[in-house]
């Protein structure tokens, strides 16, 4: 519950479940490795939502 109260007072983040999975991924990878992947889930959400190739 945290995680809702600190991103509706200062208006960025990504909400509870935001705040939970990055608190998640930070705990178990650092933020180097939560990072990467955060990039990574975005990069495929973003081909599937597109349909268009990352690569080209």
Known sequence: MEYYKQSTL?????GWLG???????TIGLGKPGAFLILVVLF??????????????
Do not use: D, H
């Open 10 to 14: 200062t208006g960025t983040g990504g």
């Open 19 to 25: 705040g939970v999975l990055t608190s998640f991924l």
């Open 43 to 56: 990069i495929i959400c973003m081909v599937c939502i597109t349909e268009r190739s990352f690569v080209s």
